[in-house]
């Protein structure tokens, strides 16, 4: 199964016992890359991908949808004023994720700002820049340490608002979804055995709950 960095430290962590223990003699080999693997050219059955709707020499499953919404701790939130009557972002510490992605409508911070109509800058010249922080990958550690408003992906971030961890202070309405789907997919005429069935029907029902849930916290 080859899958992006960030799917595999966020999603595949949370639900991977599950298969273990319907499944327990099963061996995964898992490749995270941010790079497309051609599974043509591959030995990996599956990959999971932030994409469009694939080709025709490709079976999928839809599995998550995509978006972006600010997400913080409880207390960072408390310390810059942080509510759903927030009108600007002037002087909160931003972090910027450089993501990857063809996706037309994923919106980054400026995109995210021009959606919702809510300004990262004070026009003032007498407002000093907040500090600011560009990483890759996941932002989830440095949003949980309290440094800084991370522009979360919807099902990186699902399960830490769900239970606490992180907190969206401007509230469902800050919610920006994109175009493309998380989706699982692997060649249409390349026969699949039990275990590979068995993982693919896995992954499938727990993306499922998760849909189920990104609905309700997140109106997708």
């Known amino acids: 199964l080859t899958v992006s960095q960030t799917f595999a430290e966020t999603w595949l962590p949370r639900h991977l016992p599950a298969l273990f223990a319907r499944r327990s003699g099963v061996d995964i080999r898992l490749e995270t890359t941010w790079e497309v693997l051609d599974l043509h050219r591959s030995e990996m059955h599956f990959a999971i991908r932030f994409m469009g709707p694939p080709d025709e020499d490709h079976a999928s499953i839809d599995l998550l949808p995509s978006g972006v919404v600010p997400v913080c701790t409880t207390d960072f939130a408390e310390r810059y004023g942080l509510g759903q009557d927030t009108y600007s972002l002037a002087g909160v510490p931003v972090i910027k994720i ?111 709950l998760d849909r189920a849930l990104m609905h309700g916290l997140f109106g997708v």
Do not use: C, F, K
């Not at 995210?112 to 989830?140: I, K």
């Not at 469902?172 to 060649?187: D, E, F, K």
């Open 98 to 208: 450089d993501v990857p992605t063809s996706d037309p409508d994923w919106s980054d911070w400026t995109q995210w700002s021009r959606r919702t109509g809510v300004p990262l800058d004070d026009p003032s010249p007498s407002q000093a820049s907040a500090p600011q922080v560009a990483l890759s990958g996941s932002g989830l550690r440095l949003a949980r340490s309290g440094i800084g408003l991370v522009l979360g992906g919807l099902s990186e971030v699902l399960h830490a608002i769900d239970d606490g961890t992180l907190i969206m202070p401007l509230g469902p309405a800050s919610v920006v979804p994109a175009s493309y789907w998380h989706r699982l997919i692997w060649l249409r005429n390349r026969s699949l055995g039990p275990d590979q069935r068995a993982i693919r029907d896995w992954i499938a029902e727990h993306a499922a």
